[in-house]
């Protein structure tokens, strides 16, 4: 049925999606603001985790880098917070590259090697893989194929492999505050004043 109203009605099929999607968001948003973290990422991840492009945006656009959302793993946080959330934010982007936000974006920056934190990595063919990924994007190649290179070179799990890394992660998903931001712009200084 769904089929049919998107052949007989494509614009009001999309907009249904916008909607059931923005319904998501709204959800999340809610149980973020509650503390209720765990369930905020099912509520998504419920979508994302059928290749959902529209909601696995919604968790690298929004819900993770606005309201602090940490997914899932099977590591303790002490070890690396930053480096999980970059991993996270890696595949999460490359397995929404068919949504045009996301896909714009690793067209304009890659995977952002430069834009991020100092990272280290635990063998230069493990750096050189995602160099190579990164420069696949920023290419004139298709974004699945530099999703494919990526899968390939191990950089990120096939995505059904993800989805059961996730499904099965023993430490569930939370939200680490983040400072408020401020709408105004911050007051600069001219640099006479800051060096007396």
Not at 10 to 38: H, M, N, T, Y
Not at 51 to 65: F, H, T
Request: proline letters at 5%.
């Amino acid at each position: 049925m769904a089929v049919l109203v998107a052949v007989l009605a494509p614009g009001q099929a999309s907009a249904q999606v916008d909607d059931e999607q923005s319904i998501l968001e709204r959800q999340a948003f809610a149980l973020i603001r509650k503390g209720d973290c765990a369930e905020a990422w099912r509520v998504i991840w419920r979508q994302a985790r059928r290749g959902d492009s529209e909601a696995l945006a919604s968790l690298v656009n929004k819900a993770i880098p606005f309201a602090g959302l940490v997914p899932p793993s099977y590591f303790p946080m002490t070890e690396n917070l930053v480096q999980h959330l970059e991993d996270q934010m890696i595949a999460l982007s490359l397995y929404a590259w068919k949504n045009s936000e996301v896909g714009d974006g690793l067209k304009g920056h890659g995977i952002g090697l430069r834009d991020r934190l100092a990272r280290t990595f635990a063998n230069e063919g493990v750096a050189n893989d995602y160099k190579r990924v990164d420069a696949c994007l920023k290419s004139n190649k298709s974004n699945g194929e530099c999703v494919q290179l990526a899968i390939k070179l191990k950089v990120i799990p096939s995505f059904d492999a993800y989805v059961s890394m996730m499904d099965l992660a023993p430490r569930e998903a939370f939200c680490i505050h983040l400072p408020e931001r401020s709408t105004r712009m911050p007051q600069m200084k001219p640099l006479e004043s800051q060096q007396r």
